[in-house]
């Protein structure tokens, strides 16, 4: 135990009053200077206080932590676990935000190019009809009753001269919406996972320097029971994680089912578009050996759905694959092929819808909804 400072006020001067009756029993010298005797009394009673407050200060080994310290680690282990929980949550909240976004910039930049499209389809059709045009068209009528019959075609085709750009400059800042939500939303993620990580690192530096300081069976103990409960919290938010993750998956997939599925013209399906990109590589498959374990986006991997797997393109993509002559489009929902060399790795089913057996060249062109 750490002793009481004032106690020392007692003893010093019963120490240096029975040192100096000592001095002056002894003393040969008739003036007052201090004997040799008596110097090296006063010494060893200063060596004997500065003893004594090092023992004070300074605590034994073997001797158990106070149990204040102990309680002040479990809270704040505590407080630690908890920040940790609900970082966890966030941020995975903050991922699939993210993941949401780059879906929706690829959506914004598909629908912007096809607006594109049509407007310079309008542009070319209205230089081609052109306002003179229409006009001879009418004023060749051989009476005004074939003049009535054409001045809706003619009309029509001076409708077209007139072309409105505010789509295309509509679906432009729709886009520019969706870039500053991408971004948002990737630095909320990449803040989130940086906050994780200097939590984690707090709570194994604070349990080190418990299992450090710890001299006794029960500090020891104690330490051990705090590192059990950090891995019960890692574990709790884990699992919490894991459900909230299956139950967005199987959403998203539920909402793919009906663009999923061979292809027998190759052609994109009613309710997608095309984002203009175009993949190509070896890809491989992965089936029963795999059955009803959870994918990268949360989803059961089921065999028989028409999925499919890369390694960084964003989950709720949509995949044309054409492996020779037959295609399917396949959702995007897991991560890999952890191959090199590999672009993807296609479900049970989507490898049976194009007959693709072993490792083959395939290519794929990248879907997302329309409207």
């Not at 959870?294 to 028409?306: D, Q």
Request: net charge positive; with cysteine.
């Amino acid at each position: 135990m750490r002793r009481r400072a004032s106690g020392f006020a007692g003893v010093e001067p019963q120490v240096g009053s029975r040192f100096r009756a000592a001095s002056l029993k002894h003393s040969a010298a008739p003036d007052d200077t201090p004997s040799v005797g008596t110097l090296a009394a006063r010494k060893a009673a200063a060596c004997a206080l500065a003893l004594a407050a090092l023992v004070a200060i300074t605590p034994a080994a073997g001797v158990a932590a106070p149990e204040d310290s102990r309680e002040q680690m479990r809270a704040e282990l505590s407080r630690l676990l908890r920040q940790l929980s609900a970082v966890a949550g966030a941020a995975d909240q903050a991922s699939a935000r993210w993941m949401a976004a780059r879906i929706a910039e690829m959506e914004a930049r598909a629908a912007e190019e096809a607006a594109r499209a049509a407007f310079e389809d309008r542009v070319r059709h209205a230089y081609m009809a052109g306002p003179g045009r229409a006009i001879d068209f009418l004023l060749s009528a051989s009476d005004l009753h074939e003049f009535a019959a054409r001045l809706p075609y003619a009309t029509s085709s001076l409708t077209f001269g007139n072309v409105d750009a505010s789509e295309i400059a509509g679906k432009r800042r729709a886009l520019e919406d969706v870039l500053r939500e991408a971004g948002q939303a990737q630095r909320s993620f990449a803040s989130a996972e940086k906050q994780l990580a200097r939590l984690r690192a707090s709570i194994e530096r604070r349990l080190s320097k418990a299992e450090a300081s710890a001299h006794d069976a029960g500090a020891v103990e104690e330490v051990r029971l705090e590192r059990k409960r950090y891995a019960g919290t890692l574990d709790r938010v884990a699992g919490a994680t894991r459900s909230i993750r299956r139950k967005r998956g199987e959403a998203l997939y539920a909402a793919a089912v009906p663009y999923i599925g061979p292809r027998k013209d190759c052609s994109i399906p009613r309710g997608l578009r095309s984002t203009g990109d175009r993949i190509a590589g070896e890809a491989s498959w992965y089936g029963e050996e795999f059955r009803g374990q959870p994918t990268a986006s949360g989803a059961w991997y089921l065999p028989e759905r028409f999925t499919v797997a890369h390694r960084t393109l964003p989950f709720g993509l949509y995949l044309l694959i054409r492996f020779r002559d037959r295609c399917v489009v396949a959702f995007l929902n897991d991560r890999g092929p952890y191959v090199d060399g590999r672009i993807l790795d296609l479900s049970g089913g989507s490898a049976r819808a194009v007959g693709l057996t072993g490792v083959q060249q395939v290519s794929a062109t990248l879907l997302v909804r329309a409207g």
